[in-house]
């Protein structure tokens, strides 16, 4: 029986989901099927054994059957520079002596800061699964100083010869990898976040009265995530058309209470409403109440596909976003394009989305086809992986 092992860079709860998964329900906390739970699918589809590794604060193994599962918390810092390296060299290295010490034969990476360290295990056999839900810079704005040109060069070079298949959310991703790694031969494969229909056929459509015209922001609460920017907009307009717009912001994050602040020191108390993480009801509902849903997320975060921009779609709603959300390519009409990081254009945008009703009805008829895709197993992220283990197996039998 091959042996997959699962490395998570955000860090979720994956012993909850598979909790919640070995009782063939989706995790409740979340809109989207989540990507361990589509790692737990394929194994057990295939019949592999699966280690899965997330640094959830929480520390926790679970051992059924042919998974074990671990939630194994990582050194807890905000260490930047050279200390940031360190932090993840160190993290990187437990992982890979973690599948070197089990015989592991494929390995699931996501999102890791220092993937040539991964060549380590690639000497001992392991094959390489590259996964990116980030992209390896905000579009537009690729890092060019010294040590980023050497890293970019460096990861480039593991991909070329060391990496077995790739799978990403967006074909932003793919073509940043064949940017830094121009001779790769092997597959980069697009896998969609993936939604249940009976989700979004509970969201009303949006009211017919605009007044206010209700936006939701869905996501971290980051800095990095224009959340701050979300007050500057707020600001403007509430003094350029007062209690004509309302905001709402559902997620939770390491900015979260400073956000809270300025909102109310801003006074601004009235127009935008904190209303942390939700789970799928609550967000169902928040979804219900909007009108329009806004991504302005910054250059300073490479994002991979905002999964609330491809939410909003599902959910009927407009989208006001930048190419850094990376959704132009898949999301087309739904859209209101803003020039990144700038507020102004935002406003807007957000203005001429409430001001024009042609507009605004045009924008909610691409929903429907725009959304197809995020609703289709077969171009899930989970049928993807699938395959690519499919293959990966067929190849050395």
Request: glycine share 8%; charged share 25%; with cysteine.
């Amino acid at each position: 029986m091959k042996k997959v092992f699962y490395t998570a860079n955000g860090a979720g709860d994956i012993i909850g989901t598979y909790r919640e998964w070995r009782q063939g329900r989706d995790d409740r906390e979340e809109v989207s099927v989540t990507y361990s739970g589509q790692v737990y699918d394929a194994c057990a589809g295939l019949g592999l054994q699966l280690y899965a590794v997330s640094p959830h604060a929480r520390k926790e193994v679970v051992q059924e059957g042919d998974f074990l599962i671990e939630h194994r918390p990582g050194p807890r810092t905000s260490a930047r520079g050279v200390r940031y390296y360190l932090v993840e060299a160190w993290r990187t290295l437990s992982l890979i002596c973690t599948c070197i010490y089990f015989r592991e034969d494929i390995a699931i990476v996501e999102d890791c800061p220092l993937w040539p360290l991964w060549a380590i295990a690639c000497c001992f056999g392991l094959r390489i699964v590259a996964v990116l839900h980030c992209a390896l810079w905000p579009s537009g704005f690729r890092p060019a100083s010294r040590k980023d040109r050497l890293l970019q060069r460096l990861t480039g070079w593991f991909w070329e010869h060391c990496v077995d298949a790739s799978l990403v959310v967006s074909p932003e991703c793919s073509r940043q990898i064949r940017t830094i790694a121009p001779g790769l031969n092997t597959p980069v494969v697009v896998g969609l976040s993936h939604f249940r229909k009976t989700f979004f056929a509970a969201v009303p459509p949006p009211s017919g009265d605009r007044n206010p015209f209700r936006i939701l922001f869905a996501g971290r609460i980051e800095r990095s995530k224009g959340v701050f920017d979300i007050v500057r907009m707020a600001a403007i307009l509430e003094k350029d058309e007062p209690g004509r717009f309302f905001w709402e912001i559902c997620g939770s994050g390491g900015d979260e209470e400073e956000l809270r602040n300025l909102v109310e020191t801003q006074g601004l108390s009235g127009r935008i409403s904190l209303r942390g993480k939700l789970n799928q009801e609550q967000m169902c509902q928040a979804y219900g109440r909007s009108h329009a849903v806004i991504a302005p997320t910054t250059s300073r975060f490479a994002e991979g596909l905002a999964k609330s921009a491809s939410e909003a779609t599902l959910a009927g709603r407009p989208l006001i976003t930048s190419r850094l959300c990376h959704g132009l390519d898949l999301l087309g009409d739904t859209l209101v394009e803003v020039a990144p990081d700038q507020v102004e254009a935002y406003v807007e945008a957000v203005r001429r989305l409430a001001d024009d009703g042609a507009l605004y009805e045009a924008k909610l008829r691409a929903c429907p086809d725009a959304s197809r895709p995020f609703l289709d197993e077969a171009q899930s992220w989970g049928s993807k992986l699938r395959l690519i283990l499919q293959d990966l197996i067929r190849e050395e039998l």
